[in-house]
């Protein structure tokens, strides 16, 4: 496997170090000849004090000649420099020396000895003394052979340097960073889509992208390609096979119907066991061609303006005879005066499923909590059942999903589907109303649902 993201980081770590040291030298090469002044070394302030010593005592022989103190039997000596006011008066033991810009030294001619960094010449100095009655100051220079873009870059001010370096470093690890971050965040905002059932989604990365992160972003679409198909051709499954056991069971129910007239009183108990059964089948497939509509978005929406409580009324009456029948209090707050805007037979259908999912697995009571904060209307339906796992509460509305473990109908109701909860979830996203699960005492189902104003 080409490890490009490797390389990638390798070159961009190195085109860094590059981009930031050719910076500095192209600053550096801007600025004037600067002086650059150090604490001078104590070897090197005695080899000047040496030097200032033999240059007295060569003074006072008879005969002496300023201008031949390279001839000092002494070691550096045709590095010396005396600088004179009077710049005709100057000297160098070497004449190479006075071929350079020896000006720069005269911003230290005040100062005390010290080592002097100029893009030229490095010089160590200045002491006074006194030659033949004239006052000079005594330097040792050395020309440098280091090219002069480095000298300069040695010179540049400390804060040049820090903020060139940050800067440079800061861009260009912004630059990679955004092209390394853009499609990780591509693939997160696609998985997120995914992970709330929108399987459409995919990852926004370049094609022409060579590297892992291109890479991975083509198998994860593939990926997502696969799966989208997957869950269409397992419902456009479920729903074909609905349609295709809808006719036999219209038979069967004609055909029950007909016995039922000739059936002896022996018989008669079994025959109304094949009509409650085939009720049974009825309702399930209505129920699972419905969410198939609702899922590929082919239910008809009929919205309008609607009271909370002509919407709610007639369902919390049939919930309060259903749990009275069963033995269970169903206790209901006061509906709040709000309308809503939405289609009344989704709407009708999600609220009963759910409230009749809790009357079913509650123990002995029901509670529906209904109010109005803002532009929302809060709606909360909870039981006293066994509840729910906390690692199933995200799987209850997914078709055909059963917790039988944890919840079970009461001994006087058989279990449902697993499909009440679904067609509710796809009812309310339609209306952008948001329901969520938890567990309070038995299971809590909030619905987050707009208001119409």
């Excluded at 022409?208 to 997502?224: S, V, Y």
């Excluded at 909870?382 to 796992?389: H, I, L, R």
């Excluded at 509460?393 to 059963?402: A, E, V």
């Excluded at 952008?432 to 619905?447: C, K, R, T, Y």
Aim: glycine fraction near 4%.
């Amino acid at each position: 496997m080409k490890r490009y993201l490797l390389v990638k980081v390798f070159a961009w770590f190195w085109l860094t170090i590059i981009a930031t040291m050719l910076l500095l030298l192209g600053i550096s090469m801007l600025q004037p000849d600067v002086v650059e002044t150090h604490r001078i070394s104590k070897p090197m302030l005695q080899n000047l004090k040496q030097l200032e010593q033999a240059l007295i005592r060569a003074s006072e022989r008879p005969n002496f000649e300023l201008n031949k103190v390279a001839k000092l039997r002494k070691r550096k000596a045709r590095n010396i420099y005396l600088s004179h006011r009077d710049a005709e008066k100057s000297v160098a033991a070497d004449p190479n020396i006075k071929t350079l810009n020896l000006e720069l030294l005269s911003f230290t001619e005040d100062a005390k000895p010290a080592a002097i960094f100029t893009p030229e010449y490095k010089a160590f100095g200045p002491l006074e003394l006194t030659l033949q009655g004239e006052s000079y100051r005594l330097y040792l220079i050395f020309e440098n052979h280091t090219p002069s873009a480095l000298i300069k870059l040695r010179t540049l001010p400390l804060w040049v340097k820090i903020a060139v370096v940050l800067g440079a470093s800061l861009l260009l690890c912004f630059w990679f960073t955004r092209d390394l971050l853009s499609p990780i965040k591509e693939l997160q905002k696609a998985a997120a889509k995914l992970s709330r059932g929108e399987l459409s989604s995919r990852a926004d990365i370049n094609t022409k992208r060579q590297d892992e992160l291109g890479q991975l972003g083509h198998d994860f679409n593939l990926m997502a390609d696969k799966l989208e198909s997957l869950v269409n051709n397992q419902k456009r499954l479920l729903a074909d096979i609905s349609h295709e056991l809808r006719s036999p069971l219209t038979r069967l129910q004609m055909a029950t119907g007909l016995a039922a007239g000739h059936a002896t009183a022996q018989s008669q108990s079994y025959i109304e066991r094949i009509e409650r059964e085939a009720q049974l089948v009825e309702n399930m497939l209505s129920d699972i061609l419905h969410l198939s509509k609702l899922e590929a978005d082919q239910v008809p929406i009929d919205k309008q303006i609607i009271k909370l409580n002509e919407l709610l009324d007639p369902i919390l009456e049939d919930a309060l005879f259903e749990a009275q029948q069963l033995g269970k209090s169903l206790v209901v707050t006061a509906l709040p005066e709000a309308t809503l805007y939405g289609d009344p037979m989704l709407l009708n259908r999600a609220f009963e499923n759910i409230i009749r999912n809790a009357i079913k697995y509650a123990t002995s009571r029901i509670n529906v909590d209904i109010e109005s904060d803002g532009d929302l209307l809060l709606c909360t339906i909870s039981d006293d059942g066994k509840g729910v796992s906390e690692d199933m509460l995200d799987k209850l509305c997914i078709p055909f999903f059963r917790v039988s473990s944890a919840r079970t109908p009461s001994k006087n109701q058989m279990g449902g589907f697993g499909l009440g909860l679904a067609i509710a979830q796809h009812a309310l996203k339609v209306h952008d109303a948001h329901i969520e699960f938890s567990n309070n005492v038995g299971l809590q189902v909030s619905i987050r649902i707009p208001l119409h104003r």
